[in-house]
């Protein structure tokens, strides 16, 4: 390689460096605010210059919120259906269990917090018209996402006016904020696996299924058998109490 070609590399690396300590770092729209002020610029720049700024900082605090939430979603663990719902009507039985609202608070409140997150909940319940409930979801930063949804009053059962607004409200609520932050719900088999049914959880789908049969098998009177557990359905029996309801059940079908 000639002398003179190493020459005039080392010239393109000088004027190369000598460009790049001529360009300014990234300037902001407040830094370029400041510049027109003490250059004297008009008002009609000034007023741009803000409105730029407005938008950067607007757009900032979306990256900030988008960031956090994602951040915050990676640290909430799976919701556990904690809630039981079983009864039978005209249509058939109906049972499916859920994780009630303050389940959710309980499990998402301090790690939304701890991001800098936070939400709250806007409703409507106009006469003759469905119920709207939307979730906010907030970031310190300033910036906000809703979402929203609306349903009829929940008038099943004995349920009287307000009654009905309320749970329809509470029933939004839950799905508004999940919605809004993208959670899910456990399994039955999820819940057992976090060891749920240690701590007041209730008993699994095979497991009701045995004692129905041994109710069956013994000519058991459900009702009675419901009030020797304490509870409503069977689907409410905590999973602790299941080996007492086997035990009671084939004691009796010993002795008959």
């Not at 979603?73 to 079983?86: C, F, G, L, M, Q």
């Not at 008993?203 to 409503?232: P, S, W």
């Amino acid at each position: 390689m000639s002398t003179q070609i190493i020459d005039g590399e080392a010239d393109m690396v000088k004027t190369v460096a000598r460009v790049q300590e001529q360009v300014p770092a990234a300037m902001t729209p407040m830094d370029m605010l400041h510049k027109a002020v003490s250059a004297g610029a008009d008002i009609d720049v000034l007023e741009k210059l803000m409105a730029l700024q407005e938008r950067w900082e607007a757009n900032q605090a979306r990256k900030a919120f988008d960031e956090a939430l994602a951040a915050a979603k990676a640290d909430i663990p799976t919701i556990i259906k904690n809630r039981v719902v079983d009864f039978t009507s005209q249509k058939g039985r109906t049972n499916y269990r859920h994780e009630d609202l303050g389940e959710i608070a309980r499990t998402v409140d301090p790690i939304l917090a701890g991001h800098g997150l936070s939400y709250r909940f806007r409703t409507t319940s106009n006469p003759n018209e469905p119920v709207t409930v939307t979730c906010i979801v907030s970031h310190r930063g300033g910036y906000s996402e809703e979402n929203t949804l609306s349903a009829g009053r929940d008038e099943s059962g004995n349920k009287n006016s307000i009654q009905a607004v309320g749970s329809t409200i509470t029933y939004l609520q839950r799905y508004t904020l999940k919605a809004a932050l993208g959670l899910a719900a456990s399994n039955d088999d999820d819940a057992k696996a976090a060891g749920i049914a240690e701590n007041g959880g209730f008993v699994a789908t095979d497991q009701i299924a045995a004692i129905e049969k041994l109710i069956a098998e013994t000519g058991t009177n459900m009702q009675r058998f419901l009030g020797y557990m304490k509870v409503a359905a069977l689907a409410e029996i905590p999973a602790k109490q299941y080996q007492r309801a086997i035990d009671a059940l084939n004691a009796k079908k010993a002795q008959s």
